[in-house]
């Protein structure tokens, strides 16, 4: 409830709560706005792509605990397929699960609003900090996508929200935490990296040494749980191995080989085929390195002439990478950080060999992606909506898809200067913990919220750039910002407090006299 006390007329009934909404309204009139205009957006959304848009890699989630569609489930963690689409497509179809993904988003933005208010924040600098969350048109596009991006959000936010609700959580809240934020690594496996920000954060919390150890067990333990069930479920059921995704090494692969100055690298000759010349690797991209059929890892078959077999180049993938690791390390860590800062450019264009960002922007007519999602046959999209449930013929409502596209191409998502400026707030915003921790300190809350953001946008970009990988900086970066500058406002304040103090009481400790 957001200031329910001062909301709630005290003569009860009907007309108590029309009263107590009008003055609500009154209160949180700004963040009204937006969540009006963030709800408009995703009904175009939902009427101008029916049931639901897919992507290349939707069939992997939607089909991944089905063992006739092995090939599905064998890349990337299918959690996303455990906790949504396998309970919705019980009862529903895609359709629904796209209507799921849209009510996450607003509950994400009220959320993020409710604990800033807890926490101090102006109710203004609140609103704007949802504002990306409630209308970016790429958040839009992503909870229309059958894809596990939103759900990971919503495991972060929510794991985030539980562990800042109070000043210094309980135990209990330590537990919730523990276990939403370890659930997000079973949907993207970057969300392993969570637990760093989440063990400080509650080490710094912690009142004493005893609580100290209690809450960092606890948080470890209840944020390994998921992962080890999700490893143990991988390779029980699905029989795919124990381990959350098998694509570690062809993405660690990518990336060196799109750093790898390969004329100086000292390599044995069988892996020199697997280096790729720049006019190769800089229109692959680290993701065409991964993917393509031209990639070097896919058309180099090295053959055993005593035996007459294909020499399996996984290992060499491998070793080729440690060694661009050992010999160039300042090359990976550029090409690392020249990806890292793109999420804070002006417009959203992207470099050759990115991944398109057209893929994640709304189109005209319905998108497929050959030779996973098609107009028509097996692999159609409407092939793929009948076997779920059915909705109807994968179909655009014409007139939603062009404003919609209009809006995201000329207005409708966040300047990437606007996250740097957030960014930047949070960090002051850490700066100003003290020595003696106080419960009601936000630069800690600044700390949490900041190192989560860098750590799984980092984490991400530690493998390659997409567009779609910077969705979690819009439910973190503007948080942190909002956060930041009122713990540095908050400081000043104290501090002009403390000089006018200092100027008001004289030398031998009385109060001067004031004119």
Request: some cysteine.
């Amino acid at each position: 409830m957001i200031d329910s006390r001062q909301t709630v007329a005290p003569d009860g009934g009907l007309g108590g709560i029309v009263r107590g909404g009008r003055a609500a309204l009154r209160r949180h009139w700004l963040l009204a706005l937006l969540l009006a205009g963030g709800v408009a957006l995703r009904v175009l959304a939902q009427v101008g792509y029916q049931p639901a848009l897919l992507f290349i890699d939707s069939k992997k989630y939607i089909f991944g605990t089905d063992l006739t569609y092995t090939a599905w489930g064998s890349f990337d963690p299918i959690g996303y397929t455990l906790l949504i689409l396998r309970p919705v497509l019980l009862v529903a179809n895609l359709g629904v699960v796209a209507l799921l993904q849209h009510v996450l988003g607003l509950a994400m933005a009220v959320a993020l609003y409710v604990l800033m208010l807890r926490r101090g924040v102006a109710r203004w600098l609140a609103a704007l900090a949802v504002a990306p969350v409630l209308m970016d048109a790429y958040q839009l596009n992503a909870e229309q996508t059958i894809m596990p991006d939103v759900l990971f959000q919503a495991l972060v936010v929510a794991g985030l929200v539980v562990l800042l609700w109070r000043s210094r959580p309980g135990l209990a809240a330590v537990i919730a935490s523990g276990l939403l934020l370890g659930s997000s690594a079973p949907v993207r496996q970057v969300g392993e990296a969570l637990i760093l920000p989440a063990l400080v954060y509650v080490l710094a919390a912690a009142p004493g040494w005893r609580t100290r150890l209690l809450h960092g067990t606890v948080l470890t333990f209840c944020f390994a749980a998921p992962i080890l069930g999700y490893m143990v479920y991988s390779d029980t059921v699905l029989h795919y191995g124990f381990e959350l995704s098998n694509m570690g090494d062809a993405y660690l692969y990518g990336r060196t080989a799109h750093a790898a100055d390969c004329a100086a690298l000292k390599v044995p000759a069988t892996m020199r085929p697997l280096c790729p010349a720049p006019q190769i690797a800089v229109p692959l991209g680290v993701d065409g390195l991964v993917n393509s059929l031209e990639s070097p890892r896919m058309t180099y078959m090295p053959v055993n002439a005593q035996i007459g077999q294909f020499i399996e180049t996984l290992p060499m993938q491998r070793e080729l990478a440690y060694d661009v690791i050992r010999q160039q390390p300042l090359r990976v860590v550029g090409d690392i950080a020249k990806d890292a800062v793109k999420v804070f450019a002006l417009t959203r264009d992207g470099d050759e060999g990115d991944t398109p960002i057209a893929r994640w922007q709304f189109q005209t007519s319905y998108p497929y992606y050959p030779r996973g999602i098609t107009r028509s046959g097996p692999n159609s999209a409407t092939a793929v909506f009948a076997e779920t449930g059915g909705g109807g013929d994968a179909r655009v409502f014409r007139p939603a898809a062009v404003a919609l596209r209009d809006y995201q191409l000329h207005a409708g998502y966040t300047p990437g200067p606007v996250l740097l400026l957030a960014l930047l707030a949070g960090v002051a915003g850490i700066c100003t913990v003290r020595r003696r921790r106080d419960p009601g300190d936000l630069g800690l809350a600044c700390l949490l919220i900041t190192a989560s953001a860098v750590v799984v946008l980092l984490g991400a970009d530690l493998y390659e750039f997409s567009w779609r990988y910077q969705l979690p900086a819009l439910v973190t970066l503007p948080v942190a910002g909002a956060l930041g500058a009122t713990a540095i406002a908050r400081r000043v304040r104290e501090r002009r407090a403390a000089a006018t103090a200092a100027v008001r009481i004289g030398p031998v400790g009385e109060l001067e006299q004031v004119s």
